[in-house]
């Protein structure tokens, strides 16, 4: 058997929140132009599968398999032995679907993939079957670097459970985005895909009705409307599922981004009663008297906005927005105790997904000279927690990578590119044959990293902000994760400390800077914050003032934040930022309108970070774990000695 890393996969289910059955009225446009483009508003699910899977002789399943009988299948890495298999039905059929694909599209082995635990409900409209052909897909592409995106994932999936008996439809894959919001439009055969953003909380509660519902007569009938309009009942369908349903997304998509919570209710009750109007007469499975009994159940009223189905519709599932989380848990109890339907959450927050980092290298590193004369300030060596001599930029970018960044920006000097070339180039065959097995695989993972890398260079030294505004093309509109160039960084728990400021920046849809507890002797060496905090567990702050290297007295007075005990603390910059577009347009302001009045003059972040905090807002963020300064002689000895302990 072939050896290689364990990975760790998690892929939720996927709710329709709008835009039901338009996955594949859009696609009849490549029959019929005048039929409008489908839209749907879609999110994975909180619940889904966990497993984790390696490289593997033969492909194989097993674990925890709510699907199937059977707790483990294998079957050789063969396309049509694999086809077959997809053929028959079955749980295993997806699988083999996927894998089937795969092997006919790229040069891949087998993989083993354990099952460890399902909380996603089977058959219930949650797309089950799509989170683990996404699962598979995604397996694939991580353990044999096949370069696939999310969309790449995506179609991976759904050409391989097309070839099932299922059939499924092409918004079920969106499940590959994870817990968010995703629009989908649906052009013929053309799709695309956009993350979206979340402007407030919101609480689903998704129940499973516990009665039945025929899907395949449901698209039957409802596939009879298409490609022309042969009835008054076809029309009404084609006018449903097309302009009514893109009027609809658009509006739902508006009230989303703008964290209008009893709007976006109201508008679920004016799309199901849209689709009882025109869409159920055209299929008997859509009078759905369980569904209609919990949406017009006066006792649920309290705890909602709005309620729509779910899926293909019928009964099979229900949502509901809650007015809140103690509302929710109201509902779900009342929903067990009263109506005997189990129920799950699904909560949106803000906050977009960071998959983009930068890391500032530029300049010649004097504070370690005479090192630098040989070796760049971020190939400095350190010995690594696996026991290998790294430079401290790959344990860097591990942690960015690991922690599900997908695209990193090295800004460097004009003349410093091919210090970092040959860092990312192979090694010559003389030198990779006699590397024993942990540095083999250490090296393809060097090499692998180079896909990752866009170089900005950085002409003029004018000031950390200045450098990071290099970037600003290669941020382009999305947030990006800022760490600085002579700082590693080492968790207390089994998340990096890279990932807790991802997911923190997810929770506060703001610019976030990390922070770290100082003493009052330290203040004057960072930029020190001061602010409210939003929770108990005194880890997320809102930011009231930002002070660059303040005076011992000036931190006495104005800087300190009191914790529970009444206790002041004092917090400076941790070298961790999540920057949104904001910080970046004010940087451009300053550096733009000032380097005409003051040549040479230098530009830092602090100044561009406060005019946002004043404008929209900033969060300061405090992350388990602890950051290592390897910028001088008597810290990069410290960090030596400590970081891989």
Known sequence: MQTNRLIHLFVPGRLCLFGEHSDWAGMYRSINSAIPTGAALVSGTEQGIYAVAEKADQFIMSGALDFAADQYWECEMDSEKLLTVARSGGFYSYVAGVASYINDNYTVGGVKITVLKQDLPVKSGLSSSAAICVLVARAFNQLYGLKMNIKGEMQAAFRGEQRTPSRCGRLDQACAYGVKPVLMDFDGVEIDSRELRVGTTFHWVIANLMASKDTIKILADLNKAYPFAQSEADRLVQEALGRDNQEIVSRAIWLLEAGRPEELGKLMREAQQNFDSKVAPACSELTAPVLHSVLNDPEIEPFVYGGKGVGSQGDGTVQFLAKGEEEAKALQDYLLEQRGMPSFTLTLKPGQTVKKAIIPLAGFGTRVFPATK????????????????????????????????????????????????????????????????????????????????????????????????????????????????????????????????????????????????????????????????????????????????????????????????????????????????????????????????????????????????????????????????????????????????
């Open 374 to 645: 040989t070796v760049r300030k971020c190939f400095l060596p350190l010995l690594d927690t696996d026991g290998l001599l790294k430079p401290a930029l790959m344990i860097m970018m591990n942690e960015l990578l690991e922690a599900g960044i997908e695209e990193i920006c090295l800004i460097i000097g004009e003349d410093e590119q091919e210090e970092f070339d040959r860092f990312f180039a192979p090694l010559p065959e003389e030198h990779r044959g006699k590397l024993p097995a942990d540095m083999a695989a250490c090296e393809e993972r060097i090499c692998r990293m180079r896909q990752h890398v866009t170089y900005v260079h950085q002409k003029d030294r004018l000031g950390f902000g200045h450098a990071v505004w290099q970037a600003k093309q290669f941020a382009d509109n999305d947030p990006v994760l800022l760490l600085l160039g002579d700082f590693l960084y080492r968790s207390n728990s089994g998340v990096s400390c890279c990932r807790q400021v991802m997911d923190a920046y997810k929770e506060c849809g703001r610019t976030l800077v990390a922070i770290t507890e100082v003493t009052l002797d330290r203040v004057a060496h960072y930029g020190v914050l001061h602010g409210v905090w939003e929770d108990t567990s005194e880890t997320m702050m809102k930011v009231d003032s930002m002070v660059e290297k303040p005076t011992d007295d000036y931190a006495r007075e104005y800087l300190g934040v009191k914790n529970r005990q009444g206790k002041q603390k004092y917090y400076a910059t941790f070298g961790q930022y999540v920057l949104t577009p904001e910080v970046f347009s004010e940087l451009e302001k300053r550096i733009v309108q000032e380097r005409k009045l003051s040549e040479g003059k230098e530009f830092g972040l602090t100044e561009a970070l406060d005019a946002v905090r004043e404008k929209i807002g900033m969060y300061a963020f405090v992350p388990d774990g602890k950051s290592f300064d390897i910028g001088l002689p008597e810290t990069y000895r410290e960090t030596m000695w400590e970081f891989n302990r």
